[in-house]
């Protein structure tokens, strides 16, 4: 086993960050301008880090699979992003805000990395005014706040509920100005393939023409890997349809660990599945849980009688509805974490409480936001006495003002009005906190290959708190790697270009040819899509919300016999010589039905439930999870071995010195 180091500067923690960006290695402005850096994906990490790279010199090439940046899944991001202001005045801190994030995480993220994250994260909001971004402002000029789940104060920045895509075109318009600066060469509708190593480093990618076919090199002096997480593995997922782990996954292959990829949220507030037909599901965003009251009906007689259409959720008074959250979370109430609420909903569900026709889905009511926003606007208004219609229809338009275009989704989707009758909501599979290992400047085991955002593990431990994508996304790719991404290029500042036409690439170049025309010459008769479904549905039912030895050990066996069949009874029509949608596709589900099998592995040998992974044998009398601080307090950290059943562990024990360690509770 590796000892792993994550190269965590000495000194108190709210020094390290300061003390370390003091004495790391720098790249002077004339020497910047001979060094070249690949960024692959450019969502909010990537975009932000190439626009922040181009800027302080070097060149830049950015590779997407879409046709522009402004396509990146971060788009979908929508709630806000956190920071720790404390416009709110309500006691927020650096401190505060890396408690939290810890404690969501159910104490398995490192210290250093989520302290440095509060930390820079005021500096984001900063960044992202000066270009435009346009955050809610209050009345009086200052930016706005609302809370997302698991923490006691108002620290998101919104801009209404498009937040992701409004800093996904700050950044793009940060990269724009470089691209028209001649220090980033834009590679859209290219996919990279591989990863090239030249005496160990990371020195280029081999990369797919999606438009012509043509198998491309492109070498570097580093290499940034910011390609998204992996939650399409469960095919039904709130991800785009594009999005994969192919990046991660060649990089992993390569010799980069893979660390702790049973790490996957499921977010609470989606709409639920409707049938067979379904590709992906849609987020509700979780701002809405600030002014929606999660429940279900307290007699399952009422239950049975919604789903069959007898009657309707507005037909049961206060007294006839179970407000879960509210009844076993009474400190958060609605806001606890998002692994929290979703594994409460399950249970409700479980029980026979379910709403909708399949029994999946629980309702998300605006009523009492709509009455109370609508009092004190006509308060406000000097209305004393209003009527109950002028109550409804300002606080109708208060609601529209917040969440509007959250709701007229959710009407184009499910053909019903939230603003008349609750909407219901399921949780589904949205982000995944495993990822590449990386150490405190964001390396991989790779040296010369970096992970930003939700491409590496670093910041979130078992679970997510909601607005902290993104806030780790633009952290790391406006403030961190243009400072430590220097350290490892200082050496490199005489190396000169990087030739492509050497015996590596021709290896790896070949490598991926060899991996297409199998592909293409498989010559069966299922689809892409066929082998896709069968594996989410395998990874849902014993991989999901709930796991437990014997479904995890059937997973395993399961997804093997799914692979081989994979290999020798898929068919990828048309040609690899053009644009070929479903070779991409085949590409990528080859390689979730490799990180399929990682990741069952890795939630089999963790023996505890922490965040996001709950073992059905580990938890307490209440439900809740039941950590093992004494076997399990460290990063899995997994080495490919070119067989996945036998993927090495490596181990990154985790330090609590500043927070302690103690059952996470929200009651």
């Given at each position: ?74 788009i979908a991001a929508q709630g806000g992003i956190n ?436 592909l293409m010459n498989a010559g069966g008769k299922n ?14 039912d014993k991989c999901g919300m709930a796991r437990n ?119």
């Amino acid at each position: 086993m590796a000892v792993l180091d994550s190269k965590i500067p000495d000194g108190p923690l709210e020094e390290k960050w300061e003390k370390h960006k003091n004495n790391i290695n720098l790249v002077n402005p004339a020497n910047k301008r001979n060094i070249n850096i690949i960024v692959v994906g450019t969502g909010l990490a990537g975009g932000s880090a190439a626009a922040t790279l181009a800027e302080l010199g070097y060149n830049v090439k950015t590779f997407c699979y879409q046709d522009s940046p402004r396509r990146a899944h971060s788009i979908a991001a929508q709630g806000g992003i956190n920071a720790s202001k404390n416009y709110q005045g309500d006691g927020d801190s650096d401190y505060r805000l890396f408690y939290d994030t810890v404690k969501g995480g159910d104490y398995r993220s490192r210290e250093a990395n989520v302290y440095r994250l509060a930390q820079v994260s005021g500096n984001i909001i900063d960044q992202c005014v000066a270009q435009g971004v346009p955050f809610a402002r209050e009345y009086g000029g200052l930016l706005d706040n609302r809370s997302f789940g698991g923490v006691l104060v108002s620290r998101t920045f919104y801009a209404k509920g498009q937040t992701g895509q409004q800093l996904l075109l700050g950044a793009y318009s940060a990269m724009n100005r470089q691209i028209n600066r001649g220090k980033i060469l834009s590679y859209n509708r290219h996919e990279m393939m591989d990863l090239v190593l030249v005496d160990g480093k990371a020195r280029g990618i081999i990369a797919r023409n999606m438009l012509t076919g043509e198998i491309e090199r492109h070498s570097a002096h580093a290499v940034v890997l910011a390609s998204g997480g992996y939650g399409n593995v469960f095919y039904l997922s709130t991800n785009a349809m594009g999005s994969n782990v192919m990046a991660a996954w060649r990089a992993h292959r390569r010799g980069a660990y893979f660390a702790n990829p049973c790490y996957t949220q499921i977010h609470p507030t989606c709409i639920p599945v409707t049938g067979d037909h379904q590709s992906k599901l849609t987020l509700m965003s979780e701002s809405l849980r600030n002014d929606g009251r999660i429940w279900v009906p307290k007699k399952k007689e009422d239950a049975q009688a919604i789903r069959e259409g007898k009657k309707k959720p507005t037909d049961l008074s206060e007294d006839e509805r179970d407000y879960y959250l509210e009844r076993r979370y009474p400190a958060f109430g609605n806001l606890v974490p998002r692994d929290v609420a979703s594994r409460a909903a399950k249970e409700r569900c479980d029980a026979g409480f379910g709403v909708n026709k399949t029994g999946e889905a629980v309702f998300l009511d605006f009523a009492s936001a709509i009455q109370r926003y609508g009092k004190e606007k006509a308060f406000t208004m000097g209305h004393k006495n209003p009527s109950k219609e002028e109550i409804t229809k300002l606080g109708k338009e208060a609601v529209a003002a917040k969440y509007g275009n959250l709701f007229d989704m959710y009407q184009k989707i499910v053909d019903q009005n939230p603003y008349e009758t609750p909407m219901m909501i399921y949780p589904a599979v949205h982000y995944t906190m495993g990822g590449l290992w990386v150490d405190y400047n964001l390396q991989t085991t790779i040296p010369g290959c970096y992970a930003a955002g939700e491409a590496n593990f670093s910041d979130h431990g078992a679970n997510r708190l909601g607005a902290s994508a993104l806030m780790q996304g633009l952290a790391d790719g406006y403030f961190v790697l243009p400072y430590t991404i220097g350290d490892y290029l200082s050496k490199d500042i005489g190396t000169g270009k990087i030739p492509t036409d050497s015996a590596e690439f021709d290896a790896v170049e070949k490598d991926v040819r060899t991996r297409i025309e199998k592909l293409m010459n498989a010559g069966g008769k299922n689809s892409v899509d066929s082998y896709h479904k069968k594996l989410g549905r395998i990874m849902w039912d014993k991989c999901g919300m709930a796991r437990n030895e014997q479904g995890l050990k059937e997973a395993l066996e399961e997804i093997v016999a799914l692979r081989e069949d994979f290999w020798k009874n898929v068919k990828v029509p048309g040609t690899a010589a053009g644009k070929n949608s479903e070779l991409e596709k085949a590409g990528r589900v080859a390689d979730f039905l490799e990180l399929g099998e990682l990741f069952a592995k890795d939630a089999l040998h963790r023996n505890e439930s922490a965040g996001g992974h709950f073992r059905e044998e580990y938890q307490t009398e209440e439900g809740e999870a039941l950590r093992d601080d004494e076997n399990f307090r460290y990063v899995a950290a997994w080495e490919y071995t070119g067989n996945i059943g036998e993927a090495r562990l490596h181990k990154e024990e985790l330090e609590f010195n500043n927070i302690e360690l103690k059952t996470r509770s929200y009651k």
